[in-house]
Structures are given as C-alpha cells and as structure tokens.
C-alpha cells in the first residue's frame, strides 16, 4: 500500500512542477484563443487567417531586416518599415474594400460569386507570397532555402496562373 502511495505522490509533484502548469496554461490560452480567432471575422474573413498573414508579415520584414543588415551590410533604413506599413495599410484596405463589394452587391449571385471567389483567392496568394518572401531571406541568411517553401513557390505559382486564367475565363462569360 505504501509502495502504491509513494507512485501516486511522485505522479502528483511531476504533473503539479510548476513548469509543467505554465506550460498546460500557456497551451490552453493558445488553444482557446485559435478557437476563438477561427470563429470570429473581419471584413467577412476569419480573423485568424488575417493574423497568420499578418504574422507572415511581420516575420518577413524582421528576416528581410537581418539579411540586409546582418548578412549584406547595409544600413538600416526606414523605407523597409515604411514599406512593411504600407503593405499592412494596403491589406485591410483590400479586406475592407472587398467586403463592401460584396455587400453592395449581395442582390446579385453572379457578381457576388465572382467577388467572393477573387477575395478568398487574392487573400491566398498573399499568404503564399508573404511565406515564399520568408523562404527568399531565410535563403540570404543562412544560404539554403528549406524544401518546404521552394514547394510553396511552385504551388504560388501555378494558383496565380489558374486564378488568372479563371478570371478571364468568368469575365469572358459575362
């Protein structure tokens, strides 16, 4: 019995390692947290879609910074956050744009078919360009590309054919 006792005390002080509880607490806020981003929208978009994208983002413009900097050794300037700015700007005006579009023109299927299908598939290839971009500095930094960004290069590639070759086909339609 004591033996018994013994295992389930050790047990207790394992799972209870304060170590332990910060990372189950750290993990669950994250969980609920992607729950709840998932659920919720802007601009007629999940918001945690818009957030990977803006994460791509940022992450793009601090590896950009520290190849320019660190590996080319160049200056820092404040065109590549004004630029980072811009693009951010840029992005929810399109979400905000687009989302106005599609309420103007609800009534209407074909046009509202037609604007929901450029906005989810515009809002993809920025994703996919944001996560290439990486790739392309994580390259200058440390002189290899890993495998799988070159395979997101080729993906973005041929969706940016499709998409065009789908938009000329619906506005040949009409």
Known sequence: METQVYIFDNLI????N???????????????LTAKLSNTSLFGVSLLFVAVVCL?????WFLG???????QGQKFKSKKVTYTIIKFVTFFMWLFFVNQARFAYKDVA????????????????IALREYSSIGEN?????GRKPYWFSLID???DTL???FKNRLKDKIDKE
């Open 138 to 142: 994580i390259e200058q930094i440390w």
């Open 160 to 162: 940016e054919k499709s």
């Open 65 to 71: 910074v520290t190849s320019s900097v660190c590996i």
């Open 110 to 125: 074909y046009i509202s078919d037609i604007i929901i299908f450029i906005q989810i598939f515009v809002l993809i290839l």
């Open 154 to 156: 080729s993906i973005t």
């Open 13 to 16: 002080r394992k799972i209870m």
């Open 56 to 60: 791509f983002m940022v992450v793009d």
């Open 18 to 32: 304060p170590y332990n509880v910060i990372l189950s607490l750290t993990f669950t806020f994250f969980l609920t």
